[in-house]
């Protein structure tokens, strides 16, 4: 019963997204009045540093070269104060500390101090790249004192099921801010203004513990439902329905974005939060002067589709959402080699299924190796993986500074520089209607027919190195190009004719990557 149940709710879903609006087209995705293809750059790793500057100077330095490529937003890692100073912002502690104020070991934060940011942002602003904030509202870490209450523990496989019986805890609940003695928030937190926490200092017992009082309400209902409830992720997970909670949360929402000039979000980790209070949250932010077009995108990670759409539907165009599914797709083809079907690449992937509500995506800083969603895709196949997140008029794509810039992490010299390469061609070549040429298994193409301003361009993809390159060529047909000559924009000598129908044959090349260009436009 309970699979026809789902199966009934998906075909609801995704027949009720029909009257959904798609996201994309009503936010801001670069400057005002720019017939430029928009792209958004995530501008850190997981253990990203400068060995001679503060990560905001880099930022502020790096401005210029990015806008040279082609990026028009920029997302900045999670600028509040953590609970240690070389924390990321994800273990967040203090949201309205920016880089302000004495607590946790320093003023500023793991990437720099509130000044280093803001003129950051504003080198950002000045290069015509909007700014993107990493909110965390799912939870805090660090308090600053221990508090005692009721708690019951509960299975970590079902958050619905108790293990225990309610009795006393001691958790690390009371963050007081005393650094920052009220300034921009005079709210300090306790244990009432959260649903649950890991840890028992009492009997230092780990474990998923539901706080318990007579305003508790349990779990909220309005969270995803793995683990049978899936509202506490870690640390000391945020009661949404709180309404001091929620008063702060709406508050912080506008000011930092009047005090950074950002102009949106990536929300994260959404299916552990009560999606009533986010939809309010965006909302609420939005309804500004001069925020109607404001950007949000949500990290709800599942790479099954059927569990995206739900929530599709339920924010009603208010965020894009990263897609998830088609970054497991590159990352399986990668895996698989030359036994994939790369035709089949935009299978179960949300740009297939709602083009205008996917942020596309080919690696972030979580699916780096080692960490918590590992899933990286291999560079066998990364460059056909930008390809296809650049070169297509689908969705909405995000480079990742890993793959782009040096670093200890994971950077490939290599695919840095073919990246850069397709950034251009986007920039320059990637316009208009497409037309796909998907009829062979490891050797795909498709044509963007090119605009007014814009002569278009063809891509040619294969993910087996060992193809005969003489003899694996895709036909296709540029339009009114009849009788021109096309080249490779990686290698200028290679040529293909086009008949006077239109029509040429369209090798791939060593690297598995083509892009052609008619002769004389670059």
Not at 9 to 31: E, F, I, T
Not at 293 to 306: D, H, M, P, Q
Request: proline residues 4%; negative net charge.
């Amino acid at each position: 019963m309970s699979f026809i149940y789902r199966e009934l709710r998906y075909w609801l879903d995704c027949l009720l997204l029909k009257w959904v609006p798609p996201s994309l087209p009503a936010m801001q995705l670069g400057p005002d009045e720019s017939s430029q293809n928009p792209t958004m750059v995530q501008f850190f790793t997981w253990d990203a540093r400068h060995p001679d500057m503060s990560w905001w100077e880099h930022v502020a330095k790096e401005a210029p070269r990015l806008a040279a490529l082609g990026f028009t937003q920029i997302w900045l890692p999670p600028p509040n104060k953590a609970m240690e100073q070389t924390g990321r912002g994800y273990d967040a502690y203090d949201l309205w500390d920016l880089g302000e104020f004495d607590q946790k070991g320093s003023v500023a934060t793991r990437w720099g101090t509130k000044e280093d940011l803001l003129k950051a942002c504003d080198a950002a602003r000045q290069c015509d790249m909007n700014v993107i904030i990493d909110a965390v509202l799912n939870h805090k870490l660090g308090a600053d004192r221990m508090e005692s209450f009721r708690a019951v523990r509960v299975d970590p496989l079902n958050r619905l099921r108790d293990i225990e019986n309610e009795r006393p805890v001691k958790g690390w609940t009371a963050f007081d801010f005393p650094g920052r003695l009220g300034k921009y928030s005079s709210m300090r937190w306790n244990f009432n203004h959260f649903t649950g926490l890991d840890w028992d200092e009492l009997t230092q017992t780990n474990g998923v513990f539901r706080i318990c009082s007579e305003i508790h309400k349990g779990w909220s209902m309005w969270v995803d439902t793995e683990n049978g409830n899936y509202d506490y992720l870690l640390g000391i997970d945020i009661d949404h329905r709180h309404p001091e909670v929620r008063g702060d949360l709406f508050s912080w929402g506008s000011w930092i974005l009047d005090t950074t000039g950002a102009c949106g979000f990536r929300l994260d980790a959404i299916k552990h939060m009560d999606r009533k209070f986010l939809l309010e949250f965006i909302k609420r932010t939005r309804n500004h002067p001069g925020r109607k077009r404001l950007f949000a995108v949500s990290e709800y990670w599942s790479a099954s589709l059927r569990l995206i759409i739900p929530y599709v539907r339920a924010f009603h165009g208010q965020t894009s959402f990263f897609d998830v599914p088609l970054h497991q797709n590159f990352h399986r083809a990668s895996k698989a080699g030359a036994s994939y079907d790369f035709r089949t690449i935009f299978k179960g992937s949300l740009v297939k299924s709602r083009p205008g509500d996917a942020v596309t995506f080919v690696d972030n800083h979580d699916t780096q190796v080692g960490q918590s969603l590992e899933s990286w895709v291999d560079t066998n196949f990364k460059a056909q993986a930008y390809a296809l997140i650049l070169l297509r008029s689908h969705g909405y794509p995000c480079v990742f500074y890993g793959d782009l810039y040096p670093n200890d992490e994971c950077f490939d010299a290599g695919i840095s520089r073919t990246l850069k390469q397709l950034l251009l061609a986007r920039k320059s070549f990637a316009y208009g209607p497409m037309v796909d040429y998907f009829e062979h298994r490891n050797c795909i193409g498709f044509v963007r027919m090119g605009d007014s301003d814009h002569a278009g361009c063809v891509v040619v993809l294969s993910n087996d190195p060992m193809l005969d390159l003489t003899m694996s060529k895709v036909r296709m047909n540029v339009g009114l190009h009849q009788g021109a000559t096309f080249h490779s924009l990686f290698d200028s000598t290679r040529t293909v004719a086009i008949d006077s129908d239109g029509w040429g044959a369209f090798p791939s090349s060593e690297d598995c990557v083509e892009v052609w260009i008619k002769s004389g436009e670059y």
